[in-house]
C-alpha cells in the first residue's frame, strides 16, 4: 500500500483493539495485569504488556506506523530527538571512532562534545563534499557515520545512496546513521538507499503541529534493533501515552501536510530570490525549510520585530511558520570559528515555511524586509 493509504488508516484495525474504534484508543496505563505465574513464565515480550518502560500499547500502535513510514522492520518512539540520538549513540563504547556532518542541529553537536569528553568516543567530521574524503576518514575502529541531510542550517544535500554504497564496500559492518528530521520519509527514505538506522525529532514534520516533544529510532537490522530495544528498555526514555497519540494522529495527515510545505517553500524561495534586501537563499528544491541572508545585518533585529503572522520562534516542521537565527540560538554553542567558516553568520535566517496561504507569508516578510 501506499504511504497516504498506511497512514490515514494507522491506528485502525489494530490488534490491541477490542471495541473495534477507528481511531486507536489512548490507554493511560503504567502496568499490566498478569493472569497466572505460567503467563509471567512465558511471557512474550513482543506481544505482551507488562510495564510502561517497555512497552504500551498505545506506543506500540505508534511504532508500527513509524516503522512503516521509513519502510523499516523497528521502530522506537522516545521522549524527544535528543532521546533518540542519544539511544542510537548508547550502541557505542569507548575509543569507538564516529565520522560526522560537520554541519548538522546544534544540540546534536553538543552531544558529541560531551560524548568525546565523558564517554571517550572520537569524532571526525566529513565536509559533505567528496565521498572518497568520507571513505578517507574510515578507520578500523569506526563504527558509525552520522549524517543529517539536507544540512542544518546551510541546506546541502548528501547523495545517500553514494554514502552506503562506498562505505559498505569498504566495511559493512559501519553503521550508517541519517537524521532525517528535514525532509521526513515523505521525500526521503533513508533505509531504501542503503542506511542502518533512521533517526527523528518527531517534534518537528512528523508531530506538525507545534505541540509535543518526540522523537524516534527506525531499522530493518535485527542486531541493531536488539541493541536499542535493551537500551531503551533499561534507561527508559520512551515517549509517554498521550504524545504517542498526539503524534500517531498528527502522522496520519503527514503526506498532505508536507505537499503543502513544499508548495509554499518553492514560491516562497523564488520570491526571496528576487527580494533586494535578501543576498542570498539556499533552498534544495524540496522540503519546506529555507535558509536566506539578509543583505544589511544591521536590519536583521529589525526584520524579525516587524514579523507579523510569521513567529519568531525555535523549531521547524509545523503548521505555523516560524524563523529563528541559528547563529543566536540552534547553533549558539558551535564555536563563533566555525560557525563563520559554515556560513553561520548574524545575517543568516532560518525560516520553517508553515501551511498559511504563500500570499499572506510574502507579504508579511516583504512589508518585515523594508
Ligand atoms: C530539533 C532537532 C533535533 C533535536 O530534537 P528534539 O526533539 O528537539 O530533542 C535533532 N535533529 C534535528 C535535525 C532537529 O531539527
Same mark, same amino acid.
Given at each position: ?13 489494530? *490488534? ?10 489512548? @490507554? ?27 512497552? &504500551? ?56 562534545? @560531551? ?33 543529517? &541531510?539536507?544540512?542544518?542550517? $546551510? ?78 528498555? $533499561? ?47 539556499? @533552498? ?26 510569521? *513567529? ?59
Amino acid at each position: 500500500m501506499h504511504l497516504e493509504t498506511i497512514l490515514a488508516q494507522a491506528g485502525n484495525r489494530n *490488534s490491541q483493539d477490542q471495541f473495534k474504534s477507528v481511531s486507536a484508543p489512548l @490507554y493511560f496505563s503504567s502496568n499490566f495485569r498478569h493472569d497466572s505465574l505460567a503467563e509471567v513464565a512465558n511471557f512474550d515480550e513482543d506481544k505482551q504488556f507488562a510495564y510502561a518502560r517497555l512497552k &504500551t500499547p498505545t506506543r506500540s500502535v505508534l511504532e508500527e506506523t513509524l516503522a512503516r513510514l521509513e519502510g523499516g522492520k523497528y521502530a522506537y518512539a522516545l521522549s524527544s530527538g535528543m532521546a533518540a540520538i542519544q539511544l542510537v549513540f548508547g550502541i557505542l563504547k569507548q575509543n569507538d571512532h564516529v565520522i560526522s556532518l560537520n554541519d548538522l542541529y546544534g544540540g546534536t553537536f553538543r552531544y558529541f562534545d @560531551y560524548l568525546t569528553e565523558h564517554v571517550g568516543i572520537h569524532f571526525d567530521e566529513w565536509d559533505g563534499q567528496k565521498v572518497a574524503d568520507l571513505v578517507a576518514l574510515c578507520r578500523p575502529e569506526t563504527r558509525l557515520i552520522w549524517l543529517e &541531510t539536507p544540512s542544518n542550517p $546551510t541546506m546541502k544535500e548528501i547523495d545517500i545512496v553514494e554514502v552506503c554504497h562506498q562505505i559498505k564496500a569498504l566495511n559493512p559492518e559501519i553503521i550508517i546513521a541519517v537524521d532525517n528530521t528535514f525532509y521526513s520519509p515523505i521525500f526521503q527514505q533513508p533505509l531504501q538507499d542503503g542506511a542502518d538506522l533512521v533517526i527523528h525529532s518527531a517534534t518537528k514534520y512528523l508531530s506538525g503541529h507545534n505541540d509535543i516533544l518526540a522523537g524516534c529510532v527506525i531499522t530493518s537490522s535485527d542486531y541493531l534493533a536488539a541493541k536499542l530495544s535493551f537500551n531503551l528498555k $533499561t534507561t527508559g526514555a520512551n515517549l509517554d501515552p498521550f504524545d504517542s497519540w498526539l503524534l500517531l494522529r498528527s502522522l496520519k495527515t503527514l503526506p498532505i501536510r508536507m505537499k503543502q510545505h513544499q508548495a509554499n517553500a518553492q514560491i516562497i524561495a523564488q520570491y526571496l530570490e528576487e527580494e533586494p534586501a535578501v543576498s542570498k537563499v539556499l @533552498y534544495p528544491g524540496k522540503g519546506g525549510m529555507i535558509s536566506f541572508y539578509i543583505k544589511d545585518e544591521a536590519q536583521v533585529a529589525n526584520f524579525f520585530e516587524k514579523l507579523q503572522v510569521i *513567529s519568531f520562534a525555535e523549531s521547524l516542521g509545523g503548521v505555523e511558520s516560524l524563523v529563528t537565527l541559528p547563529d543566536q540560538q540552534t547553533h549558539h554553542d558551535m564555536a563563533v570559528e566555525k560557525r563563520r567558516a559554515l556560513g553561520i553568520t548574524p545575517n543568516l535566517i532560518r525560516f520553517s515555511v508553515g501551511l498559511e496561504n504563500a500570499t499572506d507569508l510574502i507579504a508579511d516578510l516583504r512589508q518585515a524586509l523594508h
